[in-house]
């Protein structure tokens, strides 16, 4: 069987000529093609714009055809480019199931799961601990990942399940409500606001904000963003930072606070303090997001997730979102 190009398809329908290319050349091609822009898939991917170029010139010379035509502000796909965007994304696809089961034959099933530390809390830990006396044999894998990171890692296939900022709907997902947390600001212990038990937001302006970073965390920016303009605040951003850990450890240096979800002793940073916010902004919605067809496994770690949320304490309502 023949596409545009030439290419031959295998029976499977993938295209031979992407069999010993890499998997980040083709994912890097697929993001522009969704996004429509180099600037929004650079953004999206956390690369630069001439990085992104880049892999996708490379990608052109190994295929030698122009996947892209370019404009001044937006980029369409040329034939060639059209068959790369369908028959890519059945190859990344497949590269991620087969990874899996390789895996599972040598070592047993794996369950692959993306987390954000600072909103899985303890319910996390008591659901993988439930988990276990369950399936034994199942291996969990968790990466630690921004959110963007996550919904694309599962979309992909990449990922069996994640715990994340609950999204009401979305496309290829399926979303469980776990808990509602509330915000809170996180400081130093040596700082002013350490002994308070709430802080007004109005102060909270003078201080140097540190956030986790836009293109990773899309939700959380216009989130903060539209909690501080309902105050008329415009806030002093000093940082931004990949994860929680570097989140954490910025401020525990000092360098400025933060809006978290509340952590309380789960947090494990005896250099933090974690401080109401007045006003209280909406609570943050936690859930778990699966693919459309979960494996006997993925619907048991969501049953114990589910459960380990409402013995933790954690409500499950519709009362506010990230």
């Given at each position: 069987m023949h596409t545009a190009c030439g290419w031959r398809l295998d029976e499977a329908g993938i295209p031979a000529t992407l069999r010993g290319m890499e998997s980040k050349l083709v994912r890097a091609f697929i993001k522009v093609a969704e996004m429509g822009t180099i600037t929004a898939a650079a953004s999206k991917l956390?690369?630069?714009?001439?990085?992104?170029?880049?892999?996708?010139?490379?990608?052109?010379?190994?295929?030698?055809?122009?996947?892209?035509?370019?404009?001044?502000?937006?980029?369409?796909?040329?034939?060639?480019?059209?068959?790369?965007?369908?028959?890519?994304?059945?190859?990344?696809?497949?590269?991620?199931?087969v990874r899996q089961r390789?895996?599972?034959?040598?070592?047993?099933?794996?369950?692959?799961?993306?987390?954000?530390?600072?909103?899985?809390?303890?319910?996390?830990?008591?659901?993988?601990?439930?988990?276990?006396?369950?399936?034994?044999k199942v291996r969990v894998q968790l990466s630690d990942l921004s959110t963007a990171e996550m919904k694309d890692g599962l979309i992909a296939g990449r990922l069996d399940l994640?715990?994340?900022?609950?999204?009401?709907?979305?496309?290829?997902?399926?979303?469980?409500?776990?808990?509602?947390?509330?915000?809170?600001l996180a400081v130093a212990m040596r700082h002013r606001f350490a002994e308070a038990s709430a802080v007004d937001v109005a102060q909270v302006a003078?201080?140097?904000?540190?956030?986790?970073?836009?293109?990773?965390?899309p939700d959380y920016w216009?989130?903060?963003?539209?909690?501080?303009?309902?105050?008329?605040?415009?806030?002093?951003?000093?940082?931004?930072?990949?994860?929680?850990?570097?989140?954490?450890?910025?401020v525990e240096a000092g360098i400025g606070v933060a809006m978290v979800a509340n952590a309380g002793q789960?947090?494990?940073?005896p250099g933090i303090r974690f401080v109401a916010l007045e006003p209280s902004p909406s609570a943050i919605r936690v859930g778990v997001g699966w693919g459309k067809s979960p494996t006997p496994a993925c619907q048991v770690l969501i049953q114990e997730l589910k459960a380990s949320?409402?013995?933790?304490?954690?409500?499950?309502?519709?009362?506010?979102?990230?």
């Amino acid at each position: 069987m023949h596409t545009a190009c030439g290419w031959r398809l295998d029976e499977a329908g993938i295209p031979a000529t992407l069999r010993g290319m890499e998997s980040k050349l083709v994912r890097a091609f697929i993001k522009v093609a969704e996004m429509g822009t180099i600037t929004a898939a650079a953004s999206k991917l956390g690369l630069t714009q001439p990085a992104l170029s880049r892999r996708i010139r490379t990608l052109e010379e190994e295929l030698g055809v122009e996947l892209l035509k370019r404009e001044a502000h937006s980029v369409s796909l040329t034939p060639a480019g059209q068959v790369l965007f369908r028959d890519g994304r059945k190859w990344l696809a497949m590269g991620a199931q087969v990874r899996q089961r390789v895996c599972e034959a040598g070592h047993g099933a794996i369950l692959r799961v993306g987390y954000s530390p600072s909103l899985a809390g303890p319910f996390l830990g008591l659901a993988l601990e439930r988990f276990n006396q369950i399936h034994p044999k199942v291996r969990v894998q968790l990466s630690d990942l921004s959110t963007a990171e996550m919904k694309d890692g599962l979309i992909a296939g990449r990922l069996d399940l994640i715990v994340t900022v609950f999204e009401e709907k979305e496309e290829g997902l399926e979303w469980e409500l776990l808990e509602c947390r509330p915000w809170r600001l996180a400081v130093a212990m040596r700082h002013r606001f350490a002994e308070a038990s709430a802080v007004d937001v109005a102060q909270v302006a003078q201080e140097g904000l540190l956030m986790y970073a836009r293109e990773g965390y899309p939700d959380y920016w216009k989130r903060v963003g539209e909690y501080f303009a309902e105050q008329g605040i415009s806030p002093r951003v000093v940082g931004e930072f990949d994860g929680f850990s570097s989140l954490a450890m910025a401020v525990e240096a000092g360098i400025g606070v933060a809006m978290v979800a509340n952590a309380g002793q789960d947090a494990n940073r005896p250099g933090i303090r974690f401080v109401a916010l007045e006003p209280s902004p909406s609570a943050i919605r936690v859930g778990v997001g699966w693919g459309k067809s979960p494996t006997p496994a993925c619907q048991v770690l969501i049953q114990e997730l589910k459960a380990s949320a409402r013995s933790s304490g954690g409500e499950a309502t519709e009362g506010g979102e990230l």
